[in-house]
């Protein structure tokens, strides 16, 4: 299965993108769903359908949803919730501030990921997932959180397997008091459930002969900051940005001094744009006449953004973390950040075992070495041409 996500600032119209492109493959014959995991849903608004939790069918060979939080929140962590109600109820805090105890933060956009999985194991409905994320922001929290999981999941894990089984449990059949603090058995399957769910997502995504991400923007300063932002981060896991789709061109039409104006910042932007995010492919979609909604609108998007293209070609390729040898015993692990040095944040780089962790600002990727890297130190880090070189060296 082909992944194509789609992100941008919010309001860029990236919603719209998104569903311009699943349309394009749907009519090229392609069984095409696209998924939106934007807790603010546009998805239906945008194709002029009623959409749901599961898919629906809108058009020959396209399939569209929207994520339903309330529900997969109900249906797979019911019972941790109603633990962590237990628990708070015990303390004498009861009533809805109990029950969203039991809602950890950034719940919603794992289960979001936990459905690219699923529907990626079951390669048998689709031929392309098309998915329409939150704003920027989100997404990159989004791509943050399994690793963050990963972490506290493991520790529920340790203490169930070396506190809870041997020790505690045993004591709360004899103490009343302690067994209504110790979880049922279903609390950690369910927790465990959500960690499989998403394991490896991470990679899913990171792999780019079957996913990649396409930016939308506006000819506008704060949206190309955004985006900026966002490429440097998305490269940090190792994600490929294959295109880039500039919305909402004013045409080059108008004698009105007033249209003439804006077309001139617009254009001034675009330059911009194009010369920064060079040799990623850029496509512009012109602001339209008429509100883009419904399939007809959609297609003319589509013919824009793709006009002799196939929508699930891979239009750029560069790996943006790589190892390459300088010399013998000497080694350089190469992470593709660009406009890093614009951000004004050091890299905060820290090797354990195998394990090197890169962090910027509030994001950190967790790399892990190869064996021969392993046994080596790390003699120190350099940015040189939108790349982070950090060097090894063999322990003299």
């Known amino acids: ?105 950034g719940m ?3 289960f979001s990921l936990s459905y690219i999985k699923r529907y990626n194991e079951e390669q048998k409905d689709y031929d392309l997932l098309v998915v329409d994320c939150a704003p920027t922001g989100e997404t990159l929290r989004l791509l943050s959180l399994p690793e963050t999981f990963g972490w506290f999941i493991k520790f529920i894990r340790n203490v169930e397997k ?43 995504l990171a792999d780019g002969t079957k996913s990649t991400v396409r930016l939308v923007m506006n000819p506008e300063k704060m949206v190309i900051k955004e985006s900026m932002r966002a490429l440097t981060y998305l490269n940090l896991y190792g994600i490929t940005v294959d295109s880039i789709t500039i919305n909402r061109v004013m045409p080059d039409q108008s004698s009105d001094p007033y249209f003439q104006r804006w077309r001139g910042i617009q254009q001034k932007y675009i330059e911009q744009i194009q010369d920064s ?4 492919p850029i496509s512009e979609v012109p602001l339209f006449e008429n509100e883009v909604v419904g399939l007809e609108m959609l297609r003319k998007v589509g013919a824009k953004v793709y006009p002799d293209k196939n929508p699930l070609d891979i239009f750029f390729k560069e790996d943006p973390i790589n190892i390459t040898k300088v010399s013998d015993g000497h080694y350089k692990v190469r992470v593709r950040l660009p406009f890093m040095e614009n951000m004004g944040m050091e890299p905060k780089i820290l090797k354990m075992g195998d394990d090197l962790t890169i962090r910027i600002g509030d994001y950190q990727k967790i790399v892990s070495l190869p064996i021969f890297l392993a046994g080596m130190e790390s003699t120190g880090a350099s940015f040189e041409d939108k790349w982070l070189n950090i060097d090894f060296a063999k322990q003299q």
């Open 1 to 105: 299965m082909r992944n194509i996500i789609f992100t941008g600032k919010g309001g860029v119209g990236k919603t719209s993108v998104a569903a311009a492109t699943a349309l394009k493959a749907a009519d090229m014959g392609y069984k095409t769903l696209i998924m939106s995991t934007d807790p603010a849903h546009s998805l239906g608004d945008s194709l002029d359908v009623q959409l749901g939790p599961s898919p629906v069918k809108v058009a020959e060979n396209l399939w569209a949803q929207e994520v339903s939080v309330f529900g997969d929140l109900n249906l797979n962590w019911d019972v941790v919730r109603e633990h962590f109600a237990h628990l708070m109820a015990s303390r004498g805090i009861e009533g809805v501030y109990a029950e969203e105890m039991g809602v950890l933060p």
């Open 108 to 110: 919603e956009e794992l």
């Open 162 to 204: 070396y506190m809870v089984k041997p020790v505690i449990r045993p004591l709360s059949k004899k103490i009343r008091k302690i067994d209504d603090f110790v979880a049922p058995e279903e609390v950690y399957e369910k927790v465990d459930n959500l960690f499989s769910s998403t394991e490896g997502i991470i990679d899913l």
């Open 277 to 280: 995010f060079a040799p990623i």
